[in-house]
T-cell receptor, first 114, second 108 residues
Framework: NAGVTQTPKFRVLKTGQSMTLLCAQD?????MYWYRQDPGMGLRLIHY???????AKGEVPDGYNVSRLKKQNFLLGLESAAPSQTSVYFC?????????????FGSGTQLSVL | GQNIDQPTEMTATEGAIVQINCTYQ??????LFWYQQHAGEAPTFLSY????GLEEKGRFSSFLSRSKGYSYLLLKELQMKDSASYLC?????????FGTGTRLQVFP
């Protein structure tokens, strides 16, 4: 079972370059999320989606864009990378409804912006 | 606004019991989660509370008081492999907001 798959796992960018992180889930989940994790900051929500074709801003959306053209995919884009975007990025997904709405996480992407 | 507080670090001895507290103030509340995260890995689900009270699952238990905006994670019979970060998270309508996490070190 693949679950939630993120690509790439590692990436080094120069300031000003652009890139797209891909998240794919095979569990037919409605909700998908992008988080970033920095030392001492915990997981912070960047953007999320409650269904195909929808996106919404999280806690730290500036400098990022997202798209959810297909239910199984959630793309995170950096148009002009900055050193402040050096972080570990996690994608997650879950389904609707109780009793257990736990998130399933991808393995993470380590991004360094020089 | 959103505010989820937990201690930054805790230490404990193998075989002991440790309680990790979490207090929250969020605009909405649809449940509280605890996740475990080992260094360099993704978070994994531990527990979920939506009603007041204690949920027990093996060596791990989680408690919730919605009126006090308070939860704790109780770890019994600590093992070395329990050394990890423990993340408290609150579901606020459509999104899950995380605290900064508590790094637990278990010593022999």
């Amino acid at each position: 079972n693949a679950g939630v798959t993120q690509t790439p796992k590692f990436r080094v960018l120069k300031t000003g370059q652009s890139m797209t992180l891909l998240c794919a889930q095979d569990m037919n989940h409605e909700y998908m999320y992008w988080y970033r994790q920095d030392p001492g900051m915990g997981l912070r929500l960047i953007h999320y989606s409650v269904g195909e074709g929808t996106t919404a801003k999280g806690e730290v959306p500036d400098g990022y864009n997202v798209s959810r053209l297909k239910k199984q995919n959630f793309l995170l884009g950096l148009e002009s990378a900055a050193p402040s975007q050096t972080s570990v990025y996690f994608c997650a997904s879950n389904s609707l409804g109780p009793p257990n709405e736990k998130l399933f996480f991808g393995s993470g992407t380590q991004l360094s912006v020089l | 606004g959103q505010n989820i507080d937990q201690p930054t670090e805790m230490t404990a001895t193998e075989g002991a019991i440790v309680q990790i507290n979490c207090t929250y103030q969020t605009s909405g509340f649809n449940g509280l989660f605890w996740y475990q995260q080992h260094a360099g890995e993704a978070p994994t689900f531990l527990s979920y509370n939506v009603l007041d009270g204690l949920e027990e699952k093996g060596r791990f238990s989680s408690f919730l008081s919605r009126s006090k905006g308070y939860s704790y994670l109780l770890l019994k019979e600590l093992q070395m492999k329990d050394s990890a970060s423990y993340l408290c998270a609150v579901r606020d309508t459509d999104k899950l907001i995380f605290g900064t996490g508590t790094r637990l070190q278990v010593f022999p």
